[in-house]
């Protein structure tokens, strides 16, 4: 069996793949022209079938099964997508599938998997212990593993997305990839390099679990300990060994981004581009808005949205905080006399600058203030933070005291 992966391998994945898979949209967005000089382009893999790119890789080596492989079943580990694509397509082919995921997996992806027709098997907490309960039942009961990104199979699909890209978008100069695992970014990588050398590979972690550029820098492979991170679908403790030497070989650059700038990144393109990405998915963005990639005006960049499956209530929580980090939502704690019309002179002051009170509360035994005084503490609803301090000036120029805003 062959030991790396080439660009005849992703061509034939393509031809087996035939219809089976969305061949994505890949469209330059016209909405971070403040943000970004370069010409960028988004490839959403959101609109897979099963909300990410693993249909690709996951199918790709279904179909490559022995009838014997078949008849036994399958397992799997994942923190979601990998888990997704494999019930989906497993199901509709008549293959047995486990799938084995992190205790913590969000609800929408464990759920999915069941819908899809998996038997879902909740073990370890984080995808590497998954994995060693996937292993055991491959010992033991003589599954068929298909690996989430350590197979060639399985990059060989994913790396139909570059053959896309090359023919979706001209003079590409860059493409941004999350990585986890490294599969995905393998793929394309093999493919992209192999029709245009001069493209630029360049790979994007969450801080929070920096596997392939901690190995990078080590020069060999390396575990480490992942904190909890929104992007969990790239959160992996250990990059594969099948996919790190072709990250050595083909990509030329891995950054990392930190949380805040991931759940920026999922507000921004749910707000300009109006799609709903998931933390890995938006790590891109991320790596693209916070400078850790420099672009220019003559570059073409293409991005790599890797999927859409996200729980409702993380957006909610991104939503919220990222409209606080932008002061378009802000807590005043204002100390004024406690006696009639105190309420009402801070109220219309709100007013008249044009926000809108949320909420409204008063604080007098907790709060640190004189006994004669009460705090009233405003939820506002503002255009941003130029107009917050307007606010606070007004407020201030009235002679009370705003003693914190957020």
Known sequence: MPNSLTLPDILQARDRLGDQVVLTPCTRSMAFGDLLACSLWLKFETRQLTGSFKDRGALN??????????????????????????????????????????????????????????????????????????????????????????????????????????????????????IGGGGIISGIAVALKALDPSIRVIGVEAAAAPSAHRSREMGEVIHMESAETIADGIAVKRIGDLTFPLIEEYVDDIVVVEEDEIASAILLLLERERTVVEGAGATPLAALVSGRISVGADDVVAAVLCGGNIDVNMISRIIERGLVADGRLARLMVTVRDRPGSLASLSKVAAGLGANILEIGHRRAFADITVGDVEIVMHLETRGREHVDEIVAALEGLGHSVREYL
């Open 61 to 178: 080596k279904l179909l490559q099964l022995s009838d014997e492989e078949r008849s036994r079943g399958i397992v799997t580990a994942s923190a979601g997508n990998h888990a997704q694509a494999v019930a989906h397509h497993a199901t509709r082919l008549g293959i047995p599938a486990t799938v084995v995921m992190p205790i913590g997996t969000p609800l929408v992806k464990t759920s999915n998997t069941r819908r899809y027709g998996a038997r879902v098997i909740l073990c370890g907490d984080t995808l590497s212990e998954s994995l060693v309960e996937a292993h055991r039942m491959v010992d033991q009961d003589g599954l068929t593993m298909v690996h989430p990104y350590d197979d060639l199979a399985v990059m060989a699909g994913q790396g139909t997305i570059g053959l896309e890209l090359a023919d979706q978008v001209a003079g590409l100069t860059h493409v941004v990839v999350p």
